[in-house]
Nanobody
């Protein structure tokens, strides 16, 4: 049984930082599979913000590029999202997700493809 459990969300002021963690169990990040982070502001659609493939290649949404960093600890099966220089518009529920089908792990593809597994989410609130 695959489980993804996020943590690390919270409330910060603009300019602050947070690191989200996603503990993954029961999932094999084999070649060609994509994992990543999505966010969904209240009342809006979900969007991909960062992806990482099985080889460690990364992709970022334009809105977070240069401020967010996705990484993974393969030994501990943890996916991270380091978020710096946070802005009020980063406020959202953040989810980690893992795909089963194989595709090139770009933001554009992540926004098109349905991810098989997703965590319950962790709220990030950035105040001005």
């Amino acid at each position: 049984q695959v489980q993804l459990v996020e943590s690390g969300g919270g409330s910060v002021q603009a300019g602050g930082s947070l690191r989200l963690s996603c503990v993954v169990s029961g999932y094999t990040n084999s070649s060609g599979r994509c994992m990543g982070w999505f966010r969904q502001p209240a009342g809006k659609d979900s969007e991909a913000v960062a992806g990482i493939d099985s080889e460690g290649g990364t992709s970022y949404a334009d809105s977070v590029n240069g401020r967010f960093t996705v990484s993974k600890d393969n030994a501990k099966n943890i996916l991270y999202l380091q978020m710096n220089s946070l802005k009020p518009e980063d406020t959202a529920m953040y989810y980690c997700a893992a795909a089963v089908n194989r595709f090139r792990c770009t933001i554009a593809a992540m926004n098109r493809v349905s991810f098989r597994y997703r965590g319950q989410g962790t709220q990030v609130t950035v105040s001005s």
